[in-house]
């Protein structure tokens, strides 16, 4: 299974971006999916969350009302659409897929994860 995740680049503040995210292979499997980031000298931090059916979401505190995970048509592909974003929302941001069937925030229950794309959003 491999996860590719792209849109990033820089914004200035306040302004948008939308990250999608592909998943290939054979995955048998529905599945959750998750969004996370790190930025430097941090730990990587829980983002969002979505269900298979991109019917149940879950947010961080830090970017409730501002960012929405969305699942598209095939279900093996994920977006997050980032409005309002600040500087401390600059970070590397990596889509990851669990097979387990809650909502996970923690990095560990994820078993796989695409390369990270770079989001800097500039004062």
């Known amino acids: 299974v491999q996860l590719q995740a792209y849109g990033g680049g820089l914004v200035q503040a306040r302004g948008s971006l939308r990250l999608s995210c592909v998943v290939s292979g054979r995955t048998f499997n529905n599945y959750n999916m998750g969004w996370f980031r790190q930025a430097p000298g941090k730990e990587r931090e829980f983002v969002a969350a979505i269900s298979w059916s991109g019917s149940n979401t879950l947010y961080a505190d830090s970017v409730k009302g501002r960012f929405t995970a969305t699942r598209g048509n095939p279900k093996n592909t994920m977006y997050l659409e980032m409005n309002s974003l600040r500087p401390e929302d600059t970070a590397v941001y990596y889509c990851?897929?669990?097979?387990?069937?809650?909502?996970?925030?923690?990095?560990?229950?994820?078993?796989?994860w695409g390369q990270g794309t770079q989001v800097t959003v500039s004062s």
């Open positions: 990851a897929r669990t097979i387990r069937v809650i909502l996970a925030t923690a990095p560990i229950e994820y078993d796989d």
